[in-house]
């Protein structure tokens, strides 16, 4: 095969391209919102205007369980490795997003939890979420976003 056929725009037009293109801008709106909330802790929100919270730390916020979650499980829903988890959460943790707490049922494991900022954050993470979907249905019409949430879901799924 010859090189110059693999130099097209190919690699910048097909549906992975821009599903990752769309996911990343749909999580800076959604970090920017937060940045700008009130109800963010003034930290945190400075934290997320500054760029040092990003789309990574939403990892946490998207799939930590409000009973908290063992490392290994948040990290499995997240799809990163144990180790990649662990440093969010150390981060986290010195932000006062989350604590470590000892899991009652097995004294081996800790649970990862959110801290009342991080509840706090939670609730902003909603409202942003709500707000960036408002706005992409805004921009590609109702239906157009009906189509694409269920035709990712059912991708996803």
């Known amino acids: 095969m010859a090189a110059n056929t693999l130099d097209t ?5 097909h549906t992975g391209y821009w599903l990752a293109q769309a ?8 970090l920017a919102l937060m940045a700008t909330n009130d109800s963010v802790p003034l930290a945190l929100a400075n934290l997320a205007a500054r760029g040092h919270l990003t789309a990574s730390h939403v990892h946490i916020t998207r799939h930590l369980a409000l009973a908290g979650s063992r490392l290994t499980d948040l990290a499995a829903r997240a799809g990163i490795s ?3 988890m ?35 954050w939670l609730q ?17 019409g109702p239906e157009v976003a009906t189509v694409m949430a269920l035709g990712l879901e059912v991708y996803a799924a």
């Not at 725009?9 to 037009?13: G, I």
């Not at 996911?23 to 959604?30: E, G, L, M, Q, T």
């Not at 470590?100 to 097995?106: G, I, K, T, W």
């Open 124 to 140: 902003a993470f909603k409202e942003a979420v709500t707000q960036a979907q408002t706005e992409l249905q805004e921009a590609v």
């Open 23 to 30: 996911s990343a801008r749909f999580d800076a709106r959604v």
């Open 9 to 13: 725009p190919w690699r910048q037009t």
């Open 82 to 84: 144990k180790q990649a």
């Open 86 to 120: 662990g440093k969010l959460v150390d981060q986290c943790e010195a932000w006062g997003l989350v604590q470590r707490q000892c899991d009652a049922r097995d004294a081996r494991a800790c649970l990862v939890v959110f801290t009342p900022a991080g509840l706090s």
